[in-house]
């Protein structure tokens, strides 16, 4: 990369694509990009002085081959215009994981992998790091709420690393160590079965040098990994790190005594609600504790964690009406979820909107998506994001809504959305998805508030 004074990155829109954007421009190099749409992130990238276009134009592409290094991702078609161009003309052209794992390369890589449950926790660990004062870098998967961005830049050797399964990037980290959240089959256009997903994690686990902290249940074994292994559960006093004397508030919130080895820290509390985050937390803190953290200052950063944006994003919290966004866009996550919103609001009536994310996600797992999306008591299911994907004959939302049993159900298309909530009674409702549906969490946001 010292050969390069210019970045250019195809897909710079992207959460992952946009940090690594901003980390070269934190460093001097010269750095602009093309995306398929405007959004609130490339704003952003734009105001920090990035140079950002929004049509498939080789004209926008730096001329000096020489001088710039192409980085895409592998959600971009090969046959895209700038790609072809780059790749036809001499370009150093790269994917998004292998420039992330030469930038961990001879550092101390901390990396979160998993399913699902790895965004919260490597913002977490970023967080609790740099409150504590020890301060790392950090590349994540989401717009942390304390720092308001997917980039911490630090000065000491330390770097967070959200580790993607899609496409096998973890495969490019050696970490010294890593946390494993979860290990469900997902990104079957990639892996085709668990059998393969759960390969690919083993493969990642034999590339940790130093500890390894796996969830509870995952199939993890020594003859996976050299590293040592410990584990970690919401509630299981078998894992080395676990929460014991929960105490739920009414609200969501619950405090509760974190124990691992040799270490017992009483009175803890998520800065964030819900029962999944405190999972989330117990994983960050062990990583956090195994690396020589002071408990107290532990404890403190759990307190003060904000989340990440879309991550549970609590939006409207009233007696009468309640709005959360959540990026969840895989059954076992909206189960998930569904489970922490009844425990924060028991008794309440549930509405959620889904917007499914890719045809192959929604033939591959249409009966789990009906199952979770099942226990709302209203269901307001929108067509598919295809992000990357071209339609497959026969797949649409309509193979999920057939099979959901939740007392009421509708079927739209987003551009009908709006005009249906004008009209539509809300106690608690919840925008589930991982496409564009986040455009519409300021205007639902705006319309409940104007209720109150």
């Known amino acids: 990369m010292a050969n390069y004074s210019k970045i250019y990155l195809i897909g710079i829109g992207g959460i992952g ?27 952003e990238l734009e105001a920090e002085g990035i140079e950002v276009h929004y049509e498939d134009n080789t004209a926008f592409v730096p001329k000096d081959p020489e001088n710039t290094m192409v980085i895409y991702t592998p959600a971009i078609p090969h046959d895209m215009g700038e790609l072809a161009y780059v790749n036809e003309n001499g370009y150093k052209t790269v994917k998004r994981s292998r420039v992330l794992g030469e930038i961990t ?51 000491n050797d330390i770097i967070v690393a959200e580790a993607d399964e899609f496409d096998r990037s973890f495969l490019q980290l050696h970490p010294e160590t890593a946390v494993i959240t979860a290990m469900d089959a997902d990104h079957l256009d990639i892996y085709s079965d668990i059998a393969h997903v759960k390969a690919a994690f083993k493969e990642f686990a034999s590339q940790v040098s130093g500890t390894l902290i796996a969830k509870t249940g995952l199939d993890i074994s020594p003859e996976d990994t050299h590293a040592r292994i410990l584990r970690y559960s919401y509630d299981n006093p078998q894992a080395d790190f676990y929460a014991s004397d929960q105490e739920p508030d009414g609200c969501g919130y619950i405090t509760f005594t974190l124990n691992g080895p040799s270490v017992r820290i009483e009175g803890c509390r998520m800065g964030i609600p819900g029962w999944v985050n405190v999972e989330n937390g117990i994983a ?44 969840a866009h895989h059954p076992k996550e909206i189960s998930a ?116």
């Open 17 to 43: 694509m946009s940090a690594i954007a901003r980390y070269f421009n934190a460093k001097g190099y010269s750095v602009s990009g093309y995306d398929r749409t405007p959004s609130e992130l490339t704003h």
């Open 105 to 155: 390369d001879g550092k101390r890589c901390l990396a979160i992998a998993g399913t699902h449950g790895k965004t919260t926790t490597s913002t977490l660990l970023a967080h609790i790091l740099t409150s504590a004062g020890e301060g790392c870098s950090a590349f994540l998967g989401g717009i942390s709420k304390n720092y308001g961005t997917n980039l911490l830049i630090g000065d």
């Open 284 to 327: 960050a803190a062990a990583v956090a504790l195994t690396c020589g953290l002071d408990p107290l200052k532990v404890k403190e950063a759990l307190a003060s964690f904000q989340g990440v944006k879309r991550r549970f994003d609590i939006h409207l919290n009233t007696p009468g009406c309640a709005y959360i966004d959540d990026y």
């Open 337 to 452: 979820a569904i489970s922490s919103i009844r425990e924060m609001f028991p008794g309440r009536r549930l509405t959620a909107i889904f917007q499914p994310h890719l045809y192959t996600r929604t033939r591959d797992f249409s009966d789990d998506f009906a199952k979770a999306l099942s226990a709302a008591d209203k269901l307001i299911l929108l067509d598919i994001y295809p992000a990357r994907e071209e339609p497959i004959p026969g797949v649409t939302s309509g193979i999920i809504f057939d099979k959901v049993t939740a007392p009421e159900k509708v079927l739209l298309k987003k551009e009908q959305l709006m005009d249906y909530l004008k009209d539509e009674p809300v106690d608690v409702l919840v925008t589930f998805g991982a496409g564009n549906i986040d455009r519409f969490t300021g205007p639902i946001t705006e319309l409940l508030k104007a209720r109150i």
